[in-house]
């Protein structure tokens, strides 16, 4: 039988944290949520207050910090090229003094920790799909770089860690994840896609709209994160990600039918660096954690578009 254990996640308020502390909390766990509410906010766990075995508190990773847990998620970081741009250089140590930070706490405590790395560790990739045995082609000086660098390094000591001090650690490599609670004006394709075709305003594609995502739905997420935290000497990395790979046309028009919006496409210029394809090799997963996402893009756009329309009332 599985013990209840105290859990630490960091980013705990954000989008993906909030999932991962109520279905932790469901499954019996105590919760600890940390967040500074940089991108996150009370908002997103206000529902879970009043249960008794969580707890949230205000404090940056960028500071040590110290709770008796028996696991670490460390999720704390920006996700959202807008957010990740504003502060480029919080967005570098929020990675890699958040990274050592739980690290060292995990090193301390002898308790297992994992890392919430990103797809990003591709850049922008000459390999198709992407297997977790691809070291990427990022560039280390654009305006991306902050993020994508700053979860390579956060890797890297991950590494370092398990090689050196023997830190029982896991490392996931999430690709683009939706779903409700993400926050409403973060400029992510999907979020903004979605309010564009709820006010029947302009769809705004970057770009020729020819780049491809993969799209995760959220519970198929937080499935894999927890399945991951359970396994037995695998460190990882993992890809955790829907293979199915779409155009950002295509999803443009997906919104537009699913929202029945009167709503136009409109072209803007392509951001720096912004990778031309993305799709997860999901072999590792599948073998390791017998794991697969269930969730359609379908389906899972109709509860976002269904919350999102909550939100806009
Ligand atoms: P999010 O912005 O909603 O959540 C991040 C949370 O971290 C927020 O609550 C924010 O306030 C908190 N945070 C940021 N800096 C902090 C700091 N210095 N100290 C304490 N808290 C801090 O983003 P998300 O989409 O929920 O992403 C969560 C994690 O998953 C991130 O590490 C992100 O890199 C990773 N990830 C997300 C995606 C995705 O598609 N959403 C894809 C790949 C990786
Ligand atoms: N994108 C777009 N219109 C928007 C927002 C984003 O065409 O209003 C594009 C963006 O240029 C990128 C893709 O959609 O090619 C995914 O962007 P997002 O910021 O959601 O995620 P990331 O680039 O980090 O994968």
């Known amino acids: 039988m599985v013990r209840n254990k105290k859990i630490l996640v960091t980013g705990g308020a954000g989008f993906i944290g909030s999932h991962l502390c109520e279905y932790l909390l469901d499954q019996s766990h105590q919760v600890i949520c940390l967040d500074n509410f940089f991108t996150g ?98 560039n280390p000086i654009g305006r991306r770089s902050c993020y994508d660098e700053g979860k390579r390094c956060a890797e890297t000591l991950f590494f370092d860690y398990w090689r050196e001090y023997g830190v029982d650690i896991k490392v996931a490599r999430i690709f683009n994840t939706y779903g409700p609670r993400m926050a409403l004006e973060d400029g992510r394709v999907v979020s903004n896609f979605i309010l564009q075709a709820l006010n029947n305003k302009n769809i705004t594609i970057y770009g020729s709209g020819s780049q491809t995502r993969s799209f995760q739905y959220i519970d ?24 199915k790979e779409f155009t950002i046309k295509e999803l443009a028009m997906k919104v537009i039918e699913l929202t029945d919006s009167k709503s136009k496409i409109i072209y803007k ?45």
């Not at 198929?220 to 293979?243: A, S």
């Not at 031309?276 to 969730?295: F, G, S, T």
Request: proline share 7%.
């Open 41 to 138: 906010s009370k908002e997103n766990v206000r529902h879970l207050l009043k249960n008794k075995r969580f707890c949230l508190v205000k404090h940056d990773v960028e500071k040590p910090y110290f709770f008796k847990v028996d696991e670490i998620y460390n999720l704390a970081c920006p996700a959202a090229p807008v957010w990740y741009q504003k502060d480029p250089v919080k967005t570098v140590r929020t990675s890699v003094l958040g990274a050592i930070h739980a690290l060292n706490l995990a090193k301390k405590l002898k308790c297992r920790v994992l890392q919430a790395s990103t797809s990003e560790v591709y850049g922008d990739p000459k390999v198709h799909p992407q297997k977790e045995d691809y070291s990427g082609n990022v």
């Open 220 to 243: 198929d997420l937080i499935l894999g994160l927890t399945k991951f935290m359970r396994t037995e000497d695998f460190t990882g990395p993992v890809n955790l990600g829907n293979p």
């Open 269 to 313: 210029s392509l951001p720096e660096d912004d990778p031309r394809q993305r799709q997860p090799d999901i072999l590792v997963a599948k073998k390791e954690l017998h794991w697969k996402p269930e969730v359609s893009l379908e389906d899972g756009l109709k509860k976002t578009i269904n919350y999102f329309k909550k939100i806009l009332k």
